[in-house]
């Protein structure tokens, strides 16, 4: 009986066989999760958005313009994983206007690329582009997805602003008109659709800029251009301290 007892206590441990087939749940500590929340935090992009123009030769189709973006966006998205580009682009007879949402990488690279292009080509088809406006962090897109269209009916206005208004009036127009643009295609434009047709002239004339001003804009030496705007943007700052100054300053005797 004795024995007999003691195997049935002996039966209720668990063996070590059965020990390792428990699952083994991990344990962590507190700096570990904050660790990770952060890991995850840097792998998600900022949004940013730019508002560019450039002059355009006359002879360029809405096809070729679209499909050279196209390019750029497939090429980029396949040699760095970055956010998706969205935004408009309005086909002007000798001008473009531009606008892209995605991460400040993205929109880099989309620069460099023309970049390369003005220096290898001798005429390349896209001139005098100039960088209207960069909002850097911005909560949320405008566009859902990316917009091509071409507006090849002249949009006039009563008054001439390039004479009556100064740059900062201009630019506040301009920026005012494309937000309200891209508000009302995101109010009219349903779910999934592919593309905008030709003629926003009609459906919201008077949220489209003239040609007029996007060529002014572009004429404008107050507008940074790519070449420099990039030049500034990775050029380092050296920050003096205060504790590196030394007064009276050394003088060599």
Not at 217 to 233: I, Q, R
């Amino acid at each position: 009986m004795a024995f007999m007892a003691h195997n049935q206590k002996n039966s209720k441990r668990p063996g070590a066989l059965e020990t390792l087939l428990v699952p083994q749940v991990p344990h962590g500590n507190y700096l570990q999760l904050l660790e990770e929340k952060q890991r995850l935090k840097l792998k998600k992009f900022h949004l940013h958005r730019t508002f560019l123009v450039a002059n355009i030769k006359g002879n360029m189709e809405k096809k070729q313009i679209a499909e050279y973006y196209d390019q750029v966006f497939q090429s980029i998205l396949k040699n760095h994983p970055v956010e998706a580009v969205t935004g408009l682009l309005l086909i002007y007879p000798t001008s473009m206007l531009l606008i892209l949402e995605s991460s400040n990488g993205t929109l880099q690279q989309i620069l460099l690329d023309f970049l390369s292009h003005e220096r290898e080509e001798t005429e390349f088809w896209i001139q005098k582009i100039k960088i209207v406006v960069i909002s850097h962090n911005i909560p949320t897109r405008l566009f859902m997805q990316w917009h091509v269209s071409a507006v090849r009916v002249p949009i006039m206005y009563l008054d001439d602003m390039t004479q009556s208004q100064s740059l900062k009036e201009i630019i506040t127009d301009f920026l005012t008109r494309t937000h309200k643009l891209a508000l009302h295609l995101f109010k009219t434009l349903k779910g999934g659709t592919k593309g905008l047709d030709d003629n926003l002239h009609q459906a919201a004339p008077d949220l489209l800029p003239s040609e007029q001003i996007i060529k002014y804009l572009c004429k404008s030496e107050e507008l940074t251009d790519p070449e420099t705007f990039l030049s500034m943007y990775n050029k380092p700052i050296d920050v003096t301290l205060d504790s590196e100054v030394v007064w009276p300053a050394p003088s060599k005797f």
